[in-house]
């Protein structure tokens, strides 16, 4: 009985927000990888651009609340997301238009892509805080639980509870989707086989016919999309704030590049490393410990090697360690 109570404490503080932070990092870094493998640059205006479109969906979820448009016991946010995307979509290729292609055209090497990067991201995060604010924007709404702590130690006759929030749920089920979507759409349709053969051989993609601006503009559409679904799935599990995002871009790199920069599949995994990694390291380990171990050895501490103040850490450290022996990634992307 102790053992299975502490296994519903570890699912219950370890595991299921794990599994929630991990998806939505890696919808985050698939949006990394595919600008690296696709226009050959890291865009540090990634976070931002969740920030703009997790913007964009609060204020129409904000809207459609003041009119009484509500989506059941699922969170209006869903309702007012594919707006957040298509406004999304439409800055960035205005982003493109307007700054990136400049560069392209003049065949500019990846350290100044990187630059310009810097500069739209700091005047992208200069919109979001102008129309919405700097502080916390929470905009969840619907049913707040799927199971809730009180009706499983009912349910079970445990000691321990477990609770799962709609908000991951819905995540890991919208991860799921994406992923597929995503897989097919580069896989099976032309375009996304164009863009597959531009990422591998440029020059030969460009003799075969393709055309680069096709692909750059495609490229742009899906990292909006991508970048928008995983800044509300976030923003629905913790709550919206403009800098948090800005933050947010220190583990979503380090995903993309513990999983290969440049490998979909990498992201994936990576997203789901740093996750469990953050998690495990900063949460405090003595529920489950006086759970298992004897009374006479019950820890008097918190058992945690870290502050959550310090999560981001957890994710620089493995960043490092990771470009030092191993920068290819685990499934041998592009090194950094």
Do not use: C
């Not at 960035?92 to 350290?111: G, S």
């Not at 750059?216 to 913790?238: E, N």
């Not at 006479?296 to 022996?325: C, E, H, N, R």
């Amino acid at each position: 009985m102790e053992l299975l109570n502490a296994l519903v404490a570890f699912t219950n503080f370890v595991g299921v927000p794990a599994i929630a932070y991990g998806s939505q990092l890696a919808i985050g870094a698939l949006g990394v990888t595919l600008v690296y493998s696709v226009l050959r640059f890291s865009n540090f205006a990634h976070g931002d651009t969740m920030a703009f479109g997790t913007m964009v969906t609060i204020l129409f979820t904000w809207w459609f609340q003041s009119m009484g448009i509500s989506f059941g016991p699922l969170p209006t946010a869903l309702l007012a997301l594919p707006f957040g995307i298509v406004l999304t979509m439409g800055l960035m290729l205005v982003t493109d238009r307007t700054v990136y292609r400049f560069y392209r055209e003049q065949k500019a090497k990846p350290v100044v892509f990187v630059m310009v990067s810097l500069g739209v991201m700091f005047m992208m995060n200069g919109i979001v805080r102008f129309i919405i604010g700097p502080g916390d924007q929470r905009f969840a709404d619907g049913e707040r639980f799927i199971i809730k702590a009180r009706a499983f130690k009912k349910m079970t006759g445990l000691d321990e509870g477990l609770a799962i929030k709609t908000s991951q749920g819905i995540t890991v089920i919208t991860a799921v989707i994406v992923v597929a979507l995503l897989f097919w759409f580069l896989n099976k349709t032309r375009t996304g086989k164009s863009m597959r053969a531009y990422s591998d051989n440029e020059d030969l993609a460009l003799l075969s016919g393709i055309n680069p601006e096709r692909v750059v503009m495609y490229t742009w559409l899906i990292v909006a999309t991508l970048a928008t679904i995983a800044g509300v799935l976030y923003g629905l599990d913790k709550s919206f704030k403009p800098f948090t995002y800005f933050q947010l871009l220190l583990p979503i790199f380090a995903s993309a590049i513990v999983g290969g920069l440049g490998s979909p599949i990498g992201a994936i995994a990576g997203g789901f490393i740093i996750a469990f990694s953050e998690v495990t390291i900063t949460y405090a380990w003595k529920k489950v410990a006086t759970y298992v171990l004897p009374e006479s050895m019950a820890p008097d501490g918190l058992m945690q090697l870290l502050s959550t103040d310090y999560k981001f850490a957890v994710s620089f450290a493995i960043l490092i360690i990771v470009l030092l022996f191993k920068p290819t990634g685990i499934f041998k992307g592009k090194s950094v």
